[in-house]
């Protein structure tokens, strides 16, 4: 019996694509570890764990549900509940868990590893109109941008064939989702300036050859604008906080004169100390600034508001 391949790409929280992980492999249903093989037909034999070379991951192995696991030194990512198989290579016991489990599951399940032409002769096996499945992702406009928490279960997200690109850097290689969709991308900076961006590569888009951002790799916000406004792109800043401090009966930061200020600095008086040639003893007064001392700060290498991480999918062309 033919086995069902499963491939994925490992990438850091930042969006790099890692190479070097250890990937394992166990049954959801008791969690032993799965038999993996490098190969369709199960000639030639996968340790498990085993080491990838490359950040493109993937094996081969018997229909079912699986916990896969990638690590690197402090580094782990994990999917739970992964379907892989077609129902014609799952026996009686995985088509009636495929089935309990939902349609969409049975949409992942059958187009993994099935040519086109295969995928609709399945589709017709199950009575199932395939053009009513796709009909929610081929219903989005050209443009439109689709947010998906992809950390939970029995989670959607658009299939590789319907006309989105991931907005995110390292799944543009062999096996990756944004392969045979986009060239040229380029990320560059860090934290807060960190930039990630690409080219669409599809002459049947009508955005080919525009640049887009890799909004997930930059952790970009969204703000709504007016038309003029749209695509420009900014970094993150704060409000302006101004302030004074100047001497209130002399010229000078060190001497007799009291300190007034307003604003955002303060001034504080540290003791007499000498003037350093002749004369009696003057104040010394210092300045110092540091938001990280206000009471219950939070500081990073940013500015931003309390959120929640989500993914986001372009769709960038139509696809019949």
């Given amino acids: 019996m033919a086995l069902a391949r499963w491939t994925g790409v490992v990438q850091d929280a930042q969006g790099n694509a890692v190479s070097g992980a250890s990937i394992e492999v166990r049954n959801e249903a008791g969690g032993a570890l799965a038999v993996l093989f490098a190969d369709r037909e199960g000639t030639v034999a996968l340790a498990n764990p085993y080491v990838s070379d490359s950040p493109t991951i993937g094996f081969h192995v018997q229909g079912g549900a699986y916990r896969i696991v990638a690590y690197k030194g402090d580094m782990q990512i994990e999917w739970r509940f992964v379907s892989i198989g077609t129902a014609s290579e799952l026996d009686s016991d995985d ?48 443009g439109e941008i689709v947010w998906i928490d992809t950390s939970k279960t029995g989670v959607d997200i658009p299939p590789v064939d319907a006309g989105f690109i991931e907005l995110s850097s390292g799944l543009q290689g062999a096996g990756g989702y944004n392969n045979g969709k986009v060239s040229g991308v380029t990320v560059s900076g860090s934290g807060a300036t960190l930039t990630a961006t690409a080219t669409i590569a599809d002459a049947d888009s009508p955005m080919n050859g525009q640049v887009i951002r890799l909004i997930n790799t930059e952790e970009r916000l969204i703000y709504a604008s007016v038309r003029a406004s749209a695509g420009q792109v900014f970094n993150d800043q704060m409000q302006q906080i101004s302030g004074s401090v100047g001497s209130s009966g002399g010229p000078a930061l060190w001497g007799d004169a009291s300190m007034a200020s307003s604003g955002a600095l303060s001034a504080s008086n540290n003791g007499n100390a000498n003037r350093g040639s002749s004369g009696a003893a003057q104040a010394n007064y210092s300045i110092a600034l540091n938001s990280g001392n206000s009471p219950g700060a939070r500081t990073g290498d940013r500015t931003r508001a309390k959120g929640l991480n989500l993914v986001a999918f372009l769709k960038y062309k139509d696809v019949a």
């Fill in 95 to 142: 088509i009636a868990e495929v089935i309990r489990s939902g349609l969409n599951s049975a949409v992942r399940v059958v187009e993994q590893d099935l040519s086109t032409e295969e995928q609709d002769q399945v589709w017709a096996n199950l009575g199932v109109d395939r053009a009513l499945v796709a009909r929610k992702w081929l219903t989005k406009p050209v």
